[in-house]
């Protein structure tokens, strides 16, 4: 369980300052889902419900290999869920087809999930296929004659290729998406511990990610960028939008720890700094709607008589949640209603992950004490100028060459796809189980 | 009062070493001159970073009591580096040297500003909803409440183009007192079947919308014309009508508050689009009752007035039999009643 909710934990938990509220009437219809993704209904105790897998606390470096595919089919509890899936599936067949005619609940629930398991059980049947053939090729081997052999060895390099993707194929479609996986997002960056330096260093954090969105061609959009004396950063905000970016940048979500000697220091003496980074899903309109009544908006142009009456060039906004005194602001731009249009997607982005914390919590709430002393301080990652290395402490994985890892290019996506990797690896071991 | 000036110009300076040495010259300027005319000289011997020179900028209009001092030397600084905000300059280049030019330039401009001209246009442009519109004294600088008043518009004619009414030929929207055309030209902008006609009694505001719409590209969609609601009332009539929607930012300030108008507002923009008469309902009262002759039915008329208006405007619709129906009062985002709207009703 471990790593995936070392992610969960910081992206929610980073934005946890506000106290707990009941304002959130929120439908959660999660139930029908269930049953027809998982063939049972969520069982809020259940470790292996991948909807909720999200809040434990994480014990670093559990997951010490990254398994290879083969491996994974190795296994003697995936091997037993696909041949359970096979059981469920020509059951419920047996089941709709007997009853032609009648309508319930039940048998709505099987054709859904009969639908949901077609394309797996399709592709267990090729990989069954494509294996049979594969054996078949073995007695080929034995040939005497060399032409033979030669042509079997070329014919079992060709099924063993098609069985890998199959298996590969299997594998990500037991994967199930993740609802907010889809959505953009808001990056958060938070100079920590370390002063000068650390703000120094948030201001290079800040620019990997946005030149990693470019690389990625996910649009970038600064919402918020608060400037220290010395050309640091002590917060900024920007809203990030394009395929699987949320998906990508929730792995970068923790604290970032930097050793190097600053620029500051006079001495020489490697110093070590830290930065926060939150990753907040951003709501779409229809999925999560603020009343404006509950908005008080403020401006430079509130006193006075405002319109033609007063010139100004502030064109700040300040927007207060007042039921939860959430407050967002934006200065980035000379128009009012720009400043405006993003110090709202900023305060719904707030809303939202608050409310997603509120789910969470609800259902971890015997943990939550563990959870809420910890998760926010995890370091994720440190950044070791004079070693030249980077190292993710959430999987161990350590790669060189620091300024090319914060050109936020290839090094960057390399750690990204293997953060990726782990964490479809475990939540695919609680699908099965494994870590029960 | 003097010693406070000299020290804080004096702490200004132990933070900006290269200019310590011009210290004793620039304090003669002062103690010679008024405050209103302390503008540091150009340092010719030493440059200053991007930094610098707006800190040093930011002081002076301090001490000199120019409003807003500290995002007034910043837009002015970041404008003449090519950029909008000084927050897009990256952290490297706040620490760069300004050449000789610039620095020339810096001067310049800020020197009008310490005069209280209006930022908007001593850099010659301002942002209004998408677009950066070029400005020019004494052409009236739109104001972020009529951003707003855009949006009202926008929203009922999205309606309209959704609906098909946009396939008449008469998709057009008239508007009375352009300015710089930040309205009309919105409007275009965001509506690419809209045709728009602005009107205004000002030449020089007839020309800057001309230019903006060039510069923009939407002068196909846009006729400009000089004219005056008060005077040319039939011409407009004959000239413009039908039109879907009319839209104003009429001048709606009270003649007795003219006088205790800010510096930049009073001395800069043209008088005749900021008073209104003594109840600033004179160019108002006009446009309420050409707005009937000039609408199709169920076209509306959308107005940004003072707050004291709205009231005024809705007993005025109640009162006559005008063919207007008065339909909301829209308040603006300080929570004041900004901005009424309209509707011709389908009567003769």
């Known amino acids: 369980m471990a790593f995936t909710q070392a992610v969960k934990m910081h992206l929610v938990f980073c934005r946890s300052k506000i106290p707990s509220f009941q304002l959130w009437s929120t439908v959660i219809a999660q139930r029908d889902y269930h049953r027809v993704l998982y063939g049972r209904p969520q069982n809020p105790t259940s470790k292996c419900c991948p909807k909720i897998r999200a809040m434990h606390l994480t014990h670093p470096l559990m997951i010490t290999k990254l398994l290879s595919v083969d491996e994974i089919f190795a ?13 469920e599936y020509s059951n419920s067949l047996k089941v709709v087809n007997n009853i032609e005619g009648q309508q319930s609940d039940e048998l709505r629930v099987k054709r859904t999930r009969i639908s949901v398991i077609a394309p797996l059980i399709q592709y267990i049947r090729e990989l069954k296929t494509k294996e049979k053939e594969f054996a078949e090729t073995e007695i080929l081997l034995k040939d005497d004659d060399p032409d033979m052999c030669k042509l079997a060895v070329i014919e079992r390099e060709t099924y063993q290729k098609a069985i890998h993707e199959i298996r590969q194929k299997i594998l990500s479609h037991l994967i199930p998406e993740e609802e907010s996986d889809m959505s953009d997002l808001i990056l958060e960056v938070t100079a920590g511990v370390g002063g000068q330096e650390a703000m120094l260093f948030t201001a290079e954090v800040f620019d990997m990610y946005q030149s990693f969105a470019g690389h990625r061609g996910w649009g970038f959009d600064i919402l918020e960028y608060m400037k220290s004396e ?58 999560f709607t603020i009343n404006s009544k509950d908005l008080r908006i403020e401006t430079k142009r509130a006193s006075g008589a405002g319109g033609q009456h007063v010139n100004t060039t502030d064109s700040a906004v300040r927007i207060v949640h007042l039921p939860t005194g959430v407050v967002s602001e934006c200065q980035q731009d000379r128009s009012q209603l720009k400043n405006k249009e993003k110090a709202m997607t900023f305060l719904r982005a707030k809303l939202y992950s608050i409310r997603l914390e509120e789910e969470t919590s609800k259902r971890y709430t015997a943990r939550k004490v563990q959870i809420g002393s910890k998760g926010r301080s995890e370091k994720i990652r440190t950044y070791n100028f004079p070693q030249d290395r980077i190292t993710d402490h959430r999987i161990g994985k350590t790669v060189h060459d620091v300024q090319e890892f914060l050109l936020g290019e290839e090094l960057l996506w390399e750690m990204n796809t293997t953060l990726l990797d782990f964490s479809n690896q475990e939540t695919l071991m609680d699908i099965l189980g494994e870590n029960d | 009062m003097w010693m406070i000036l000299r020290r804080s110009l004096y702490d200004f300076y132990t933070h900006c070493t290269p200019l310590k040495d011009r210290l004793i010259l620039h304090k003669g300027l002062c103690t010679s001159a008024g405050v ?12 200053l970073t991007v930094q610098q020179a707006v800190r040093l900028w930011t002081k002076h209009f301090q001490l000199t009591g120019v409003s807003e001092p500290r995002l007034s030397s910043q837009y002015i600084i970041a404008h003449l580096l090519g950029v909008k905000t000084l927050e897009s300059l990256g952290p490297d280049r706040l620490v760069e040297f300004l050449t000789h030019k610039q620095m020339e330039q810096t001067w310049k401009l800020c020197s009008r500003r310490l005069n209280r001209m209006p930022v908007q246009y001593v850099i010659e442009e301002w942002d209004f909803r998408d677009l950066t519109l070029k400005m020019r004294p004494p052409v009236f ?16 004619l999205q309606v309209k183009q959704g609906t098909g009414v946009s396939t008449e030929a008469n998709f057009t929207c008239l508007e009375v007192g352009c300015g710089s055309g930040a309205i009309s030209l919105s409007l275009l902008n965001s509506l690419p079947q809209l045709r728009a006609i602005a009107l205004d009694k000002n030449q020089d505001a007839v020309d800057l919308t001309i230019e903006n719409a060039n510069s923009l590209g939407l002068q196909d969609r846009l006729e400009v014309h000089l004219m005056d609601v008060l005077t040319d009332a039939d011409m407009i009539v004959r000239m413009c009508s039908p039109v879907s929607a009319l839209v104003s930012n009429p001048p709606y300030l009270f003649s007795e508050d003219m006088t205790s108008l800010e510096p930049e507002v009073c001395k800069f923009e043209d008088h005749a689009a900021l008073d209104g008469g003594s109840d600033g309902m ?29 009231l005024v405007i809705q007993q005025w619709a109640k009162g006559r039999e005008s063919g207007l129906q008065y339909v909301q009062t829209c308040h603006d985002f300080t929570g004041r009643p900004r901005f009424c709207i309209l509707e011709k009703g389908s009567g003769p």
């Open chain 2, 36 to 47: 209103a005319e302390c503008t540091p000289s150009l340092p010719t011997a030493c440059r």
């Open chain 2, 282 to 310: 004179q160019v108002i009262k006009h446009i309420l009752n050409l707005a009937p002759r000039l609408l199709l039915n169920q076209g509306r008329l959308y107005l940004e007035v003072d707050q004291r208006h709205p």
């Open chain 1, 230 to 287: 010395i050309g640091g950063l002590r917060h900024a905000s920007a809203s990030i939008c394009g395929p699987e970016s949320y998906k990508r940048m929730k792995f970068e979500a923790g604290v970032h720890r930097v050793q190097r000697v600053p620029k500051t220091e006079k001495q020489g003496r490697v110093h070590t700094s830290t930065m926060t980074v939150a990753v907040l899903p951003q709501p779409t309109e229809i999925s």
């Open chain 1, 75 to 87: 296994r003697r509890r995936l091997q037993d869920y696909l041949k359970n899936m096979e059981t």
């Open chain 2, 141 to 156: 600088i739109p104001r972020p409440e009529t951003e707003e008043l855009v949006g009202l518009v926008l929203k009922d």
